[in-house]
């Protein structure tokens, strides 16, 4: 199976199996100087992200080459972001010079980061797809590093993308749809949770027609 952002991901050629971890896989993607997801933020995370209060906190988990967390860095956010490869990290580093703000960005695995509980005013995913059993913890981490109160952004491609080509895993267990994801944030206020077709323009990955989820929810008050 070749795949996409899982933990690893095993490739059989000639009878031979090399594991390749999602480290090696991205930091191949990214080791050119182009930013592969382009450097404006993601459209629906422009659209929807509230005005921070002063000191307000955000986390953007896999953030890549930076685009989202330097957006949200620009509002008055105090970020930070991990994504597992250096090469987008490095490039992250230097989106946020030119851009003159500071984002406090990390270079590792989601699931290594220690991210502390109830801690984040806002907390952004932006087409970050597991396998299952990973996106159940993933899903656990969100809400665990989310403050009482605090707004979650998502997102993500639906089962409708696997024809297309803007972008996206191929395997359909990594893809999201309404009904799992208002199952699993069942206990949310969820101000916003639809399926999409839309035009996608980011970068040279992200690039036409394209089935989307869009989620904005508040985790529940203390
Ligand atoms: C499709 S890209 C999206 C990047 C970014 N969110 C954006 O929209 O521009 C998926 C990202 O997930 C990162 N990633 C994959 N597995 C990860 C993991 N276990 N921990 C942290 N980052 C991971 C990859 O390095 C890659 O940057």
């Not at 002063?54 to 994504?83: C, I």
């Not at 059993?133 to 997102?155: A, N, S, T, Y």
């Not at 999409?196 to 989620?215: I, P, S």
Request: glycine share 8%.
């Amino acid at each position: 199976m070749v795949g996409y952002d899982g933990a690893s991901i095993a490739i059989f050629i000639n009878l031979k199996e090399f594991t390749m971890t999602a480290a090696d896989f991205w930091n191949k993607r990214y080791q050119t100087d182009e930013f592969l997801f382009g450097v404006e933020p993601n459209d629906f995370i422009r659209a929807v992200t509230p005005i921070p209060k002063p000191g307000a906190k955000a986390f953007a988990p896999a953030d890549g080459e930076g685009r989202n967390g330097v957006f949200l860095a620009e509002l008055g956010y105090q970020v930070t972001s991990v994504d597992v490869s250096q090469f987008a990290v490095d490039k992250a580093k230097a989106l946020a010079e030119t851009h003159n703000v500071t984002v406090d960005s990390h270079v590792g695995d989601v699931f290594a980061f220690p991210c502390p509980d109830d801690h984040y005013d806002l907390v952004i995913v932006c087409f970050m797809h597991f396998l299952p059993d990973d996106h159940v913890r993933f899903v656990d981490l969100l809400k665990g590093c989310l403050k009482p109160g605090g707004v979650l952004i998502m997102e993500g491609y639906t089962l409708e993308q696997l024809p297309l080509t803007s972008g996206g895993p191929k395997n359909p267990d990594m893809l999201w749809s309404a009904e799992a994801i208002a199952s699993e944030f069942a206990e949310f206020d969820i101000l916003l949770l639809q399926e999409t077709r839309r035009f996608l323009a980011e970068g040279h990955r992200h690039q036409g027609q394209a089935a989307t989820l869009q989620f904005l929810g508040r985790k529940p008050a203390a």
